[in-house]
């Protein structure tokens, strides 16, 4: 197996070393960005034989990435932080649910100040939020690293407010400590394309919530975004998939279903109950989706009832389309990307009545063994994945399989993307097929046209209160709809 860097690894590793390792390597999904943080801590174990590299992860990549990369490319010892016995590895990885939990933070400090430590933050877009815990947690430790390297291929997805902390981990010096004073230096509130001139006037927290929740959100001009751009150029190595490899081309397929009676009755009372639920209320774009997203499980062919247990309305429809699609497919690999752990049991069902249950994997929250399932699929030991984006999003190599199902959607498009280039990245060597079953006439239209960033996601859900409304006979006023930042 050809074990050799790829340009722009060769180029991001010299970057890094004359920046200290403190860094941001933002690079696509699947450029490698796990390989070539491991060559930089190697430049320095060279001559720092006691530095240790902690590397803080999604769960998914604790052992799949992180932990197949390690023993594949390097001659480090390696651990989980969980498995860790007295003796430190020179590789320490945990998750980053783990490192803020009250369970494992103080073994985590107490680590930190026993060694010396190059910190990695590994999908660095974790700390989007200036609020969150791991967020406060991991710049109150910034300082105790001697080096500090963020990767991230999303590295703002919703806003380039999302850099604040990122930065702040590796290059304290280069914004504002308050992420207020960075906000109100380069961004400004707008809304429907029209700026708000404060004029020196200070807003109180209560006049914030009111702005945002009608509407109003924070954007930046081009110019400001230039001048933020350039303030972080000197520590940030950007490469786009397009710009670095000559990957196969994708290509996508929209397989349209049309609802049976059954789903599509259930579909309308939903949609008019919900409509009836928001009609002559003030509402944000978000509560509105939260709502409207229970649509998606009558595509589906089920409803969760007030218990939480699935209800099957029928047989599905789309469960009918994808055992087309497989039997077209024939053999080889697929994913298959689902929503609801309803969709994992029923398909985990029919393939294991047509195919054989040692022929099908699944990788969601329920799933008791994810390395397991994961290993069994990239070693062609199954032929079916049956994943939830969230569980499987980050990270995961899967160059085996060159075919994926999307069964059902959600709204983001940072998870979106990376679940799609799973299997779009180095090593594969064949052109990459997505296949989406798009229930016709629902909210399954408007998903994907926010995903393929065609519809902002508050004009969807403003078109699926229109079009719902319209069937009924009942008006809707746009004003009603407010917008929300952060979507």
Same mark, same amino acid.
């Given at each position: 197996m050809?074990?050799?860097?790829?340009?722009?690894?060769?180029?991001a590793?010299?970057?890094?070393?004359?920046?200290?390792a403190?860094?941001?390597?933002?690079?696509?999904?699947?450029l490698?960005?796990t390989?070539t943080?491991?060559?930089?801590?190697?430049?320095?174990?060279?001559?720092?034989?006691?530095?240790?590299?902690?590397?803080v992860?999604?769960?998914?990549?604790?052992?799949?990435?992180?932990?197949?990369?390690?023993k594949?490319?390097?001659?480090?010892?390696?651990?989980?932080?969980?498995?860790?016995?007295?003796?430190?590895p020179?590789?320490?990885?945990?998750?980053?649910e783990?490192?803020?939990?009250?369970?494992?933070?103080?073994?985590?400090?107490?680590?930190?100040?026993?060694?010396?430590?190059?910190?990695v933050?590994?999908?660095?877009?974790?700390l989007?939020?200036?609020?969150?815990?791991?967020?406060?947690?991991?710049l109150?430790i910034?300082?105790?690293?001697?080096?500090?390297?963020?990767?991230?291929?999303?590295?703002m997805?919703n806003?380039?407010?999302?850099?604040?902390a990122?930065?702040?981990?590796?290059?304290p010096?280069?914004?504002?400590?308050?992420?207020?004073?960075?906000?109100?230096?380069?961004?400004?509130?707008e809304?429907?394309?029209?700026?708000?001139?404060?004029?020196?006037?200070?807003?109180?927290s209560?006049?914030?919530?009111?702005?945002?929740?009608?509407?109003?959100?924070?954007?930046?001009?081009?110019?400001?975004?230039?001048?933020?751009?350039?303030?972080i150029?000197?520590?940030?190595?950007?490469?786009?998939?397009?710009?670095?490899l000559?990957?196969?081309?994708?290509?996508?397929?929209?397989?349209?279903?049309?609802?049976n009676?059954k789903e599509?009755?259930?579909?309308?009372?939903?949609?008019e109950y919900?409509?009836?639920?928001?009609?002559?209320?003030?509402?944000?774009?978000q509560?509105?989706?939260?709502?409207?997203?229970?649509?998606?499980q009558?595509?589906?062919?089920?409803?969760?009832?007030?218990?939480?247990?699935?209800?099957?309305?029928?047989?599905?429809?789309?469960?009918?389309?994808?055992?087309?699609?497989?039997?077209e497919?024939?053999?080889?690999?697929?994913?298959?990307?689902?929503?609801?752990?309803?969709?994992?049991?029923?398909?985990e069902?029919? !393939? &294991?009545? @047509?195919?054989?249950?040692?022929q099908?994997?699944?990788l969601?929250? =329920? /799933?008791? #063994?994810?390395?397991?399932?994961?290993?069994r699929?990239?070693?062609?030991?199954?032929?079916?994945?049956?994943?939830?984006?969230?569980?499987?999003?980050?990270?995961?190599?899967f160059?085996?399989?060159?075919?994926m199902?999307?069964?059902?959607?959600?709204y983001?498009?940072?998870?979106?993307?990376?679940?799609r280039?799973?299997?779009?990245? !180095? &090593?594969? @060597?064949n052109?990459?097929?997505y296949?989406?079953?798009?229930a016709? =006439? /629902?909210? #399954?239209?408007?998903?994907?046209?926010?995903?393929?960033?065609?519809?902002?996601?508050?004009e969807?859900?403003?078109?699926?209160?229109?079009?719902?409304a319209?069937?009924?006979?009942?008006?809707?006023?746009k004003?009603?709809?407010?917008?929300?930042?952060?979507?």
């Open positions: 050809d074990n050799s860097l790829y340009k722009h690894q060769i180029e590793i010299p970057f890094a070393i004359k920046n200290d403190n860094c941001a390597l933002f690079h696509d999904p699947g490698g960005k390989r943080c491991l060559e930089v801590f190697r430049h320095y174990r060279r001559t720092e034989p006691s530095l240790g590299l902690l590397v992860c999604p769960l998914s990549l604790v052992n799949s990435a992180w932990g197949e990369d390690i594949r490319f390097t001659e480090f010892t390696y651990a989980p932080f969980k498995e860790m016995t007295d003796a430190v020179d590789i320490v990885v945990i998750n980053y783990s490192l803020i939990s009250k369970k494992y933070l103080s073994g985590i400090l107490k680590l930190i100040r026993q060694h010396e430590f190059m910190c933050l590994d999908e660095s877009s974790r989007k939020s200036n609020k969150s815990k791991t967020t406060e947690t991991l109150a910034a300082d105790r690293f001697k080096y500090r390297l963020i990767a991230s291929g999303t590295p997805p806003s380039e407010l999302e850099l604040w990122q930065v702040n981990f590796v290059q010096s280069t914004f504002h400590a308050s992420f207020y004073a960075f906000r109100n230096t380069y961004f400004h509130l809304r429907s394309g029209k700026a708000m001139h404060m004029n020196g006037q200070r807003l109180t209560a006049d914030m919530r009111r702005f945002l929740s009608s509407g109003w959100h924070y954007a930046i001009t081009k110019e400001n975004r230039r001048l933020l751009m350039e303030k150029k000197p520590f940030t190595h950007w490469v786009r998939k397009e710009d670095a000559d990957l196969p081309e994708k290509v996508d397929q929209m397989r349209e279903v049309f609802l009676d599509q009755k259930a579909y309308d009372e939903m949609e919900l409509v009836t639920e928001i009609e002559g209320e003030e509402i944000t774009a509560v509105a989706l939260t709502k409207f997203m229970k649509l998606r009558a595509t589906s062919g089920f409803f969760y009832n007030k218990e939480g247990d699935s209800v099957e309305i029928g047989n599905s429809t789309k469960l009918k389309e994808l055992e087309e699609i497989l039997e497919l024939g053999t080889q690999p697929i994913i298959i990307w689902v929503q609801f752990r309803h969709e994992v049991e029923a398909i069902k029919f !393939i &294991g009545e @047509k195919y054989g249950a040692d099908v994997a699944t969601y929250a =329920g /799933t008791k #063994d994810k390395d397991a399932s994961i290993n699929f990239k070693n062609n030991q199954v032929r079916y994945l049956i994943a939830h984006p969230k569980s499987a999003a980050h990270g995961l190599t160059v085996n399989c060159n075919v199902v999307f069964y059902s959607l959600d983001s498009f940072e998870t979106h993307t990376q679940a280039d799973r299997i779009h990245r !180095i &090593g594969q @060597k052109s990459c097929l296949i989406y079953i798009m016709q =006439g /629902t909210i #399954d239209e408007a998903l994907l046209k926010v995903l393929q960033r065609k519809q902002s996601l508050q969807a859900v403003y078109a699926l209160v229109r079009d719902a319209k069937k009924q006979g009942r008006p809707v006023h004003e009603k709809l407010s917008g929300c930042v952060g979507l």
